[in-house]
């Protein structure tokens, strides 16, 4: 089947690891895995890290890339598939689609039958497709994690990123008076006309806010802390921009703020997700669709870093 792979590891140009080409059909290692049939899947900035080998090791490649997908099931139904997987072999005890298991860029992906999610129909695939990773993180990142409920303001930084674009259209969704930041005026655009207040990063806010969506990293990290109301949660699921920031402890005693790390979410905050999206018509922001015959365009896009909202593929083009 064709499918899009790791068959190298490029730390400077990881474009250049990227393979296109035949692979193996995915083979169901238990009869609690299930083989589905790929409808649409969306890139994520962990497909750029795998090609850069941060993740990976060498004796794992080939490795099909991806962590998105939504399609069809082995019984007919639509579903989505929740890509974090038990591993044992893992430190952390699981593992995202494309580390140790094959990815979903692919016409199938075999994946545990725990791991479907039903795909509400008022979703087409590619809106479901970038729900799994980028838009989940988001949701856990505000609802379990910064306890946005308490909170009447948010700032999220780097707002273009698949997570940051998420991030504040569900903080909008939650009724929140939402700040994002952006080094892009174009973006700084595109995120006020979804309803937030653009500026620019390291701008004053016009007030302190109770929780902070950090995907970005070292670039931004001074900013949140100086940006957060006291008790604030400052949290944190990526470093796009460096992951060894200066903090200042000072603040983060005297504010008593607390800066929490998290990843991916849990399968039972992917179907709350998805009924909310159902629920209240919030559609993922999506920067563009690429049939998957033009995939290499597609990571192109992503690695431009100009992207707002999330990279798709189509897979029936
Ligand atoms: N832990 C998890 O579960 C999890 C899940 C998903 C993603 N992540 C991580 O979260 C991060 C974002 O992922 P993504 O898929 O949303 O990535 P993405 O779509 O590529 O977005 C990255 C964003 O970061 C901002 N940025 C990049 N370099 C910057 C710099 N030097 N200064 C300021 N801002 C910068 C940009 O925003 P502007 O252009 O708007 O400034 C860019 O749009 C990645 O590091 C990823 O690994 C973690």
Known sequence: MRAAYASKFDDDNPLAALAVGDRPEPVPPGDDWVTVEVRASSLNHHDLWSLRGVGLGAGQLPMILGCD?????????????YPVVPTPADPRGMSILSEHHQGTFAERVAVPRANL???????????????????????????????????????????????????????????????????DAAKRDRIAELGATALEPGARLPERVGVVIETVG???????LKSAAAGARIVVSGATA????KVNLRRVFAMQLEILGTSMGSAAELADL???????????????????????QAFARLHSGAVFGKVVLDHTR
């Not at 460096?242 to 920031?245: L, M, S, T």
């Open 117 to 183: 999610v039903p795909k509400p129909a008022e979703l087409s695939f590619a809106d479901a497709a970038c729900l799994p990773t980028a838009w989940l993180t988001a949701y856990r990142m505000l609802t379990t994690k910064g306890r946005v409920d308490e909170a009447e303001a948010v700032l999220v930084q780097g707002a273009g990123g698949g997570v940051a674009t998420a991030a504040v259209v569900l903080a909008l969704a939650l009724g929140k008076r939402v700040y994002a930041t952006s080094r």
């Open 218 to 224: 070292a670039a931004t990290f001074d900013h949140s």
């Open 242 to 245: 460096g992951h060894e920031p």
């Open 69 to 81: 997908a939504a399609g069809i099931d082995d019984r007919g139904n639509e579903v989505v598939v």
């Open 274 to 296: 998805l009924a909310l999206c159902r629920d209240r018509s919030v559609r993922p922001v999506i920067d563009s669709v690429h049939g998957f015959s033009a995939v290499e």
